[in-house]
């Protein structure tokens, strides 16, 4: 009889090149607003110069003015740390959990899955088992959990999670593959790791 197995790994994902860019267009964006405010602050400073009514009456605006500037930066700073993702993976025996972990705050629950009913669990660099990686089926969808950056190796779990085939894609550790292994020996491929 085997005993429990308990593993856990969090692994951050690296920043894509789209990620990169909806970050420049978020800065660029509360760029624009900031100048923009500041412009309208400045006309309405030039406006009011001269009339005392109006300076008196409008005393709050450039306090507004600057805390809405303010505002919008924190705004900013909240949303560039939504980029910031990591996936964590947790073992309990034959069940592997994934969670998506933002700005180490927020967490999603993804996917679970039970490796005893797994088709297949290889690493995508394997010629002689990845084929239904390269070229999924119509229909199965690839989800993506790994860390997309090459530090470790990047396995794909072929499996059916509530009743759809899916195709994961995640990065455990060798521990964690070993772990799995012992559920399904037939589907967990394990390598030789350099």
């Not at 308990?6 to 970050?23: A, C, H, N, S, Y």
């Not at 602050?41 to 500037?69: C, H, W």
């Not at 996936?87 to 999603?108: P, T």
């Not at 088992?129 to 999924?136: A, F, G």
Request: net charge neutral; with cysteine; hydrophobic share 45%.
């Amino acid at each position: 009889m085997m005993s429990d197995i308990f593993l856990e790994q969090l692994v951050p994902r690296k920043k894509t090149t789209g990620d990169k860019v909806k970050i420049g267009l978020i800065i660029f964006g509360g760029t624009i607003f900031s100048i923009f405010m500041l412009l309208v602050l400045f006309a309405y400073k030039v406006i009011t110069f001269d009339n005392e009514q109006m300076r008196n009456s409008g005393q709050f605006v450039v306090p507004f003015g600057f805390l809405l500037i303010a505002f919008a930066w924190y705004g900013i700073y909240l949303l560039i740390n939504t980029f910031n993702v990591e996936y964590e993976y947790v073992i309990v025996n034959n069940d592997l959990d994934i969670d998506k972990v933002m700005s180490k705050k927020g967490r999603k629950h993804l996917v679970s899955v039970d490796i005893k009913n797994a088709t297949l669990m290889a690493r995508i660099d394997d010629e002689e088992n990845n084929s239904i990686y390269k070229n999924p089926p119509e229909g199965v969808k690839i989800l993506n959990y790994s860390a997309m950056s090459n530090s470790g190796f990047t396995y794909f779990i072929d499996c059916s999670v509530e009743d759809e085939r899916k195709i994961i894609l995640w990065q455990p550790t060798q521990k964690m593959v070993e772990a799995l292994w012992k559920y399904n020996p037939r589907a967990v491929k394990k390598y030789n790791e350099e």
